[in-house]
């Protein structure tokens, strides 16, 4: 349980509407478990899922990430005092003293003085508002020696995709979180050509055409390697990745997290298994 964060993204609205009861229970079901550590940002339903745990999680025995530079309502800002006020809103809406690790989120060229921003990371530690910093990373940008800066890093790593494990390689005490472990959910094992998003999910406007039809391709090829559903294949291939420190798993309903839990009984991929994803990408 410790190798695994809970993502609040998908109960946020953002990925397709999801009852109120339904999120409760889920949460519910994660501290259940032994899942105590959650990852949230400002903009995930415009603060909706901050101010969701602050309140689920209250005098809870929990950890919680959160990110700043991509606010609730007002979008991307990187300014000093943006990322200073954005910390302050999301300790209130959290209903916290002290952020677990604080995550730049997505930065690609915003930022012309990193500096700067490691002077505030540094004052927010000192102030007692958070416990570490790390960097959460935009997709195909390259942040060069901008990372030796971070004690945690946050990138996209599962079946389909599987370059930015090469940090852990530059950076040996960096601590490595995979996010999207299901792309998604494209490795859901639910998706198919005839597959429809409400008209609030994001994925609505890219996963189509004939993006979906090549996605669609490779997804196949992935289940015709083992008899083991696509979602405990995605799952347990990162579960049990030792350069992986911990995952990410985005959930909605108390079944997502039931699946985290029995894939962590049933242990890792046979070897011959993870050659073989290993050679789809050589």
Known sequence: ???VIIGSWP????LGSVRSEIIKHTIDKCIALGFTEFDTAPNYGNGYCES???SALKNKATRINTKFGNSAHTGK??????LRKSVEQSLQRLNIDRIN???LHNPRYEIKDYDCVIGLIDDLEQEGKINHAGISLARNH???????YFEFIQ?????????SISVKDQYKDVIFQGRSPLATGILSGKLMLSTTFDSNDYRVSWLKGRRLKSILKRVMILCELSNIPLHSLARRFVLFNSLIDKV???VKKPKHVEDIYNDLQDGPLEEVIIQQIKNLYM
């Open 155 to 163: 990138d996209d790593y599962n079946l389909l995709y599987q370059k």
């Open 1 to 3: 349980q410790n190798k």
């Open 248 to 250: 990410i798993f985005g």
């Open 52 to 54: 969701l745990l602050g």
């Open 101 to 103: 690790v604080l995550f």
């Open 77 to 82: 800002d990187f300014s000093i005092a943006g």
């Open 142 to 148: 390259e942040y060069g020696n901008i990372l030796r």
């Open 11 to 14: 109960m946020s609205g953002d």
